[in-house]
């Protein structure tokens, strides 16, 4: 037995027949000390409610449930992974919920009473962890319900959500989108001899944090803005913006440049957070005062 007295996880796995599937993005952790880090590492959790994606065979869900979660939520769309995490439940009666679905079309703000903390902490699955991550980035209501994400990622990811463009290889709309919204740091590294099996890269855990209190910003703008900028970023701003739907028809891209202080022959990775929330605020300003016939 382990010391959460529960069997170690390489016995579970083989007794339910579990071998990692890549068309999931799975990589199974079996180092007990490793999840004992990563839930250590997303801070007390008395009276927490933890929303974990991929859970597995249940590495880091017991880790999770053995530093004191109140409850942890769990989504894990392989069928094959529900006995095991069934034997995790009756170990710890009345704190673990499994929901069979795929994460991306579930919302974890609305799984809780609005009274108890919500912190979500996975190691994600490669395949839909930066989409994932941006769902949760643009929650239409903010502050959101969830106080902390702490997250695994392929190093890369993790390098491309931290980036200032100081980074310039790594800075992207991903950074702009979790910058304006969230404080972000790596918390360590995990290598691929970690998994089973292993990756061909290294991993990273990220903690973000929620900004309570973010620059106003029309998200679907700034989401437009990125997009298009980030997705021709060897064009000039006065160019790749030209592409934003709704932007060019309406407004002088070297104007509205202009009028928002940067220098149209930038690129975007040279304009940081700020620069691109501004923007952002601009053109909403702008629309609005063409909609009342303001000039």
């Known amino acids: 037995m382990s010391a959460d007295g529960l069997p170690p996880l390489r016995e579970v796995v083989e007794r339910h027949g579990l071998d990692p599937k890549k068309a999931l993005g799975q990589n199974f952790l079996f180092d007990l000390n490793l999840t004992g880090k990563i839930a250590r590492a997303s801070g007390p959790l008395e009276g927490v409610c933890v929303f974990e994606v991929g859970p597995g065979p249940g590495g880091l869900t017991r880790a999770l449930l053995t530093q004191g979660a109140a409850r942890v939520v769990a989504v894990e769309r392989d069928r094959r992974c529900l006995a095991a995490l069934a034997e995790i439940g009756a170990h710890f009666p009345g704190r673990l919920d499994v929901i069979e679905a795929d994460a991306l079309s579930v919302d974890p703000c609305s799984l809780t009473d609005a009274e108890v903390p919500l912190r979500i902490v996975a190691n994600l699955p490669y395949n839909i962890g930066t989409a994932l991550l941006v769902k949760w980035v643009e929650t239409a209501a903010w502050p959101p319900r969830f106080d902390r994400l702490v997250l695994m990622f392929q190093r890369e990811v993790a390098q491309r959500i931290v980036a200032t463009p100081a980074q310039r290889a790594d800075y992207g709309r991903l ?5 304006w919204r969230m404080q972000s740091r790596i918390l360590f590294d995990v290598p691929p001899a970690a998994f089973t099996p292993p990756p061909k890269v290294m991993s990273s855990v990220v903690e973000l944090i929620p900004r309570r209190d973010p620059a106003p910003c029309p998200l679907g703008r700034l989401s437009a803005l990125t997009l298009a900028a980030f997705g021709q970023r060897r064009k000039m701003l006065r160019q790749s913006l030209k592409s934003v739907p ?11 440049l202009a009028a928002a202080g940067i220098d ?3 690129r975007a990775e040279e304009v940081d957070v700020t620069g691109f929330v501004h923007l952002a605020q601009l053109w909403e300003r702008l629309t609005l005062s063409a909609r009342s016939g303001v000039g």
């Open 264 to 266: 149209g022959t930038k």
């Open 175 to 179: 950074a702009v989108l979790c910058g």
């Open 246 to 256: 709704g932007l060019a028809e309406t407004i002088d891209i070297p104007d509205f």
